[in-house]
T-cell receptor
Framework: QKEVEQNSGPLSVPEGAIASLNCTYS??????FFWYRQYSGKSPELIMS????GDKEDGRFTAQLNKASQYVSLLIRDSQPSDSATYLCAVIFLSSGSARQLTFGSGTQLTVLP | NAGVTQTPKFQVLKTGQSMTLQCAQDMNHNSMYWYRQDPGMGLRLIYYSASEGTTDKGEVPNGYNVSRLNKREFSLRLESAAPSQTSVYFC?????????????FGAGTRLSVL
């Protein structure tokens, strides 16, 4: 069974702090991992993708992947009020085959307090 | 740069009515997807089309049908709407190949079934 688990939050951090968002997944053989940001009433937009163990940095965002622990995280440095949104973790499970379907977690709601 | 366009943006139906949600992409993507999103939940895959001429069921296909009209267009039909189908519906598209398979989302259709 394909499962992606996230802490639903809400997670509140003060402006300028580091926000840490976590995700676990059920299939050890999965290869592709994504973080989407979704503002209230809007559609999801991709902010990070990661495929190999370790860290991947893009501006204020860092994705971390540990396949042995089946764990992927997103760090947001110098958090801004504009980062307030729901963050969705998504995984392409090995079992999805050529269809390469995404399985989404339920999302973590982040609020950055001014 | 329209990306993924969904129509309509809002719709109210009575139980038992039928309707078709339209989706078109202008990125020459091979794969297209339909998701639903309910409050507090992530996106759940209804149907997908890995390539023109093919469609397959996702996680929650009951009560829905789809048509991949051509490479650009992928429609979702509710034959007899039920209150349980009240949700936000997102269409997405992707290249469909490679490790990434990054999906791009439309703005969504907010459907209420009374």
């Amino acid at each position: 069974q394909k499962e992606v688990e996230q802490n639903s939050g809400p997670l509140s951090v003060p402006e300028g702090a580091i926000a840490s968002l976590n995700c676990t997944y059920s299939d050890r053989g999965s290869q592709s991992f994504f973080w989407y940001r979704q503002y209230s009433g809007k559609s999801p937009e991709l902010i990070m993708s990661i495929y190999s163990n370790g860290d991947k940095e893009d501006g204020r965002f860092t994705a971390q992947l540990n396949k042995a622990s089946q764990y992927v995280s997103l760090l947001i440095r110098d958090s801004q009020p504009s980062d307030s949104a729901t963050y969705l973790c998504a995984v392409i499970f090995l079992s999805s085959g050529s269809a390469r379907q995404l399985t989404f977690g339920s999302g973590t709601q982040l609020t950055v307090l001014p | 740069n329209a990306g993924v366009t969904q129509t309509p943006k809002f719709q109210v139906l009575k139980t038992g009515q039928s309707m078709t949600l339209q989706c078109a992409q202008d990125m020459n993507h091979n794969s297209m997807y339909w998701y639903r999103q309910d409050p507090g939940m992530g996106l759940r895959l209804i149907y997908y089309s890995a390539s023109e001429g093919t469609t397959d069921k996702g996680e929650v296909p009951n009560g829905y049908n789809v048509s991949r009209l051509n490479k650009r267009e992928f429609s979702l039909r509710l034959e007899s709407a039920a209150p349980s189908q009240t949700s936000v519906y997102f269409c997405a598209s992707s290249e469909g190949s490679g490790r990434g398979n990054i999906q791009y989302f439309g703005a969504g259709t907010r459907l209420s079934v009374l």
